[in-house]
């Protein structure tokens, strides 16, 4: 079942309303008043329009005197403009080792801004390789160094973890 389809079911229009009064708005958003749901349908059906309930949690639940064709396309509309103005967080991975030189991790370190500045999440990971494992300390200075010189960029929460023979941390940016 598609969305709309699904979005269309949850909608009750006209004799679908079952509830013995309802709160009627006009297709401006003017308020009319409570009245009986059968009052409200004959209101509709003379000015040609349909009888939509809007929000049915309320007591009386509120009912809109609109067209719905009309009502379903703004909607429709409305739904495609707040997923084109929604920004998607991608996380990016830099992964480097622990004898990794530091004019390598400065060029990786203006990665991760560049990443930040996106508003990108960034994953660094270190790669223990052969007996590096036994001096985890080192790759965790490292990790340490990195949070620091991005102090001004990410959030202060940042939980640095070892699994296996990766240590790795996520940093998000700040909120802006």
């Known amino acids: 079942m598609s969305q709309t389809n699904n979005y269309q079911n949850k909608l009750r229009i006209n004799h679908f309303i079952r509830v013995p009064e309802v709160r009627v708005v006009d297709q401006d958003g003017n308020a009319i008043g409570v009245m009986s749901t059968k009052d409200a ?5 003379k000015q040609g329009m349909d009888l939509i309930e809007i929000n049915p949690k309320t007591s009386p639940p ?16 409305r739904q495609s403009e707040a997923k084109k103005n929604q920004k998607i967080q ?3 991975e830099i992964t480097f080792r622990p004898n990794t030189d530091e004019n390598d991790l400065n060029h990786k370190l ?14 660094f990971t270190i790669r223990f390789r052969g007996r590096e ?5 080192v ?19 940042t939980l640095i973890s070892l699994d296996g023979k990766l240590m790795s ?3 998000a940016p700040i909120k802006r």
């Open 133 to 137: 494992i036994v001096h985890p300390q």
């Open 41 to 45: 349908i004959n209101l509709a059906q």
């Open 169 to 171: 941390m996520q940093v």
């Open 110 to 123: 203006t990665q991760a801004k560049e990443f930040l500045s996106e508003g990108n999440r960034v994953k």
């Open 62 to 77: 509120i009912c809109k005197v609109t067209n719905f064709g009309k009502f379903k396309y703004d909607e429709k509309k």
């Open 90 to 92: 991608e996380l990016k």
């Open 139 to 157: 790759g965790k200075d490292k990790l340490e160094w990195i949070i620091e010189q991005l102090s001004g960029l990410i959030t202060a929460n």
